[in-house]
């Protein structure tokens, strides 16, 4: 929600910090998905200032799909060519 305070954990697969974020995080933010996060390291704690949830090459916003899909122009990238 809205000013809601979450915590969770980023790992590299070797060292893991715990981060705590207020605000709404981004739709693609999921578990074992990547993000970028700015903020600051207090204590050992990086208290995140924004949250940025990392996407493949192949992503795109649904609203662009749904456009696609309308003008009947939209091609699946995992369907392969």
């Not at 705590?20 to 995080?25: D, Q």
């Not at 998905?33 to 192949?58: C, P, Q, R």
Request: glycine residues 14%.
């Amino acid at each position: 929600g809205q000013g809601a305070t979450v915590s969770f954990s980023v790992t590299d697969g070797g060292a893991t910090v715990p981060v705590t974020y207020s605000g709404v995080l981004p739709d693609l933010f999921s578990e074992n998905e990547g993000m970028v996060g700015t903020g600051k390291y207090v204590n050992g704690v990086f208290e995140a200032s924004e949250i940025l949830a990392k996407h493949d090459e192949e992503y795109m916003p649904a609203e662009v799909v749904d456009a696609l899909k309308e003008q009947g122009t939209y091609k699946d990238p995992k369907a392969g060519s």
